[in-house]
């Protein structure tokens, strides 16, 4: 993944960010955060004046992160996720609630849940979802083991809420999983 953090903020991103600031600021359990966020995140998707054209750049070698916001105690980050066509993540948990919204293309994912084996533990495939343009979903660890990729022929582009600060982390991703997949 390659990391771009650009200088400018659209208004529109700008009053997004407002609105989730509002949000998290009540302090909710993370999976009720993470749905009123995503209730705020979507109307968003598809407009075009959501991000400027350096935010949505791609990278041919690996899905592009940009770093849109940041809040400044730590609470939020915001980020655009570019991929160009197969680009896809390893398999990974969180380090905090996220709500992801395909504000262009498509979107596949594979869900898993931890599963213990006789000698090691093991990942076992429990859900396939495909996002389209304008659809989110959010989840809070634990149980938030997933596989993401661009399943579509042009490019994607889909925005990430987190409850941290991954300008600071460099990324959302807590583990990477290398277990055997069943």
């Known amino acids: 993944m390659t990391t771009t953090t650009p200088a400018r903020t659209t208004t529109r991103m700008a009053a ?30 598809g407009a075009s004046d959501l991000l400027t054209a350096e935010q949505q750049e791609g990278d ?14 730590g609470s939020f980050s915001v980020v655009a996720l570019v991929w160009m066509p197969g ?21 596949s994912e594979r869900r898993y849940r931890l599963a213990p084996g006789t000698d090691a533990a093991r990942l076992v495939a429990t859900e396939d ?17 997933h596989r993401v990729r661009n399943s579509c022929t042009s490019t994607a582009i ?9 300008s ?4 959302s991703i807590r583990r990477v999983y290398t277990l055997p997949v069943d």
């Open 16 to 45: 997004l960010v407002s609105e989730i600031r509002t949000v998290v600021d009540r302090g909710l359990a993370p999976d009720l955060t993470a749905y009123l966020v995503g209730e705020r995140l979507a109307p968003h998707l």
């Open 87 to 107: 680009q896809e993540t390893c398999i990974h948990d969180h380090v905090s609630w996220c709500v992801a919204g395909v504000h262009q293309g498509e979107e």
């Open 129 to 145: 979802v495909v996002n389209a343009q304008g659809e989110v979903c959010g989840f809070a660890p634990p149980g938030d083991i």
């Open 60 to 73: 041919p070698e690996n899905y592009r992160q940009h770093v849109l916001h940041a809040e400044p105690d």
């Open 158 to 166: 889909s925005i990430h809420v987190y409850g941290a600060d991954v």
């Open 168 to 171: 600071r982390l460099g990324s």
